[in-house]
């Protein structure tokens, strides 16, 4: 009798209440921006919801993406810059949790408005081409509608982890890759970033670093040296490259320092701005990194980089 009493008094509450809007529940889910109207390039169709990572080094990291998007997120003060950011995972997850989230949330903090990137993943069935036209649409969107964000379309930048630094990287030094058509009012833009972070980034898929995911799921466990050389960053190290910064550690077992140290070094010797910060341990992975670690202190290093080129004002003025 009690139970059959209060299942009527909530009945009755729910019609006497209006239902709050979906947004009031939602509210710290940022908004999102689709990057394809209906059909998009790069042959594959993925079912089902995406799936999320419950353990191990993939808990918090998607696959299984069927909508390629961006999650932003607006600053309380915007600096007038932006930066689209992208996690690592070989491109057959996107670590979030650990890497693109966190960093999306410190630098909106900072005043940066920030895009975060679900892009799609070869492992899904996509064509191996697919994260990068992902990539430069993102990057032609932002600069579309950038007086919409209150950004300056000559202040945004690119920061990737691990496979995301190789996504910012390849977009960084081949914006004008021709990977798909496109004639819509975003396709009238350049995908060059103005600036890019990569973060223990995966650089070269030559040998004596053949053996990492991104390397098997982009060219193929038996790509020639031809398909190696096309998806290597130091191919496309330019002069006219954007100005660069690195992080990287020691001891990283994944991407191993060599990877950061040769993009560095064909950077500079090509005439461009590039920095290079290497940590002597902290792994692979390491998002923001621990308190007690030294490599927590990248992304102030990162800030006082930024100022020092203009892209955010320096302290004081």
Request: proline residues 8%; glycine residues 10%; hydrophobic residues 45%.
């Amino acid at each position: 009798m009690i139970a059959r009493a209060l299942t009527a008094l909530a009945a009755l509450l729910a019609l006497l209440v209006p239902a709050l809007p979906l947004a009031a529940h939602t509210t710290t889910i940022p908004e999102e921006i689709l990057l394809w109207p209906g059909s998009m390039p790069g042959n594959g169709k993925v079912e089902g919801p995406e799936k999320i990572g419950t353990e191990g080094a993939g808990l918090g990291a998607v696959s299984n993406v069927s909508l390629p998007r961006m999650r932003v997120y607006r600053p309380a003060m915007p600096n007038g810059a932006a930066v689209l950011v992208a996690g690592g995972g070989g491109y057959f997850r996107i670590q979030l949790k650990k890497e693109s989230t966190p960093a999306a949330e410190w630098l909106q903090a900072r005043g940066f408005t920030v895009f975060e990137l679900i892009y799609r993943l070869p492992n899904d069935g996509w064509d191996s081409t697919a994260p990068f036209m992902d990539a430069q649409r993102a990057m032609k969107i932002i600069r579309t509608r950038a007086g919409e964000f209150g950004v300056d379309p000559q202040r945004i930048g690119f920061m990737g982890f691990s496979a995301g630094g190789h996504l910012a990287g390849f977009t960084a030094y081949q914006p004008a890759r021709a990977l798909y058509s496109g004639s819509d009012r975003y396709e009238a833009v350049s995908a060059r970033p103005d600036f890019a972070v990569l973060m223990f980034p995966v650089v070269t898929l030559r040998k004596p670093y053949d053996t990492t995911r991104t390397r098997r799921e982009i060219v193929g466990e038996k790509a020639g040296e031809k398909a190696e050389a096309a998806w290597s960053l130091d191919t496309y190290a330019a002069k006219d490259a954007p100005p660069t910064i690195i992080f990287a550690s020691a001891d990283d077992p994944t991407t191993p320092p060599g990877h950061g140290i040769l993009l560095f070094q064909t950077l500079v010797a090509a005439g461009a701005s590039a920095e290079l910060h290497l940590f002597r341990d902290g792994g692979h992975g390491w998002g923001l990194g621990k308190p007690e670690q030294v490599i927590s202190q990248w992304p102030q290093l990162f800030e006082h980089w930024a100022r020092s080129l203009q892209i955010i004002e320096k302290q004081g003025e």
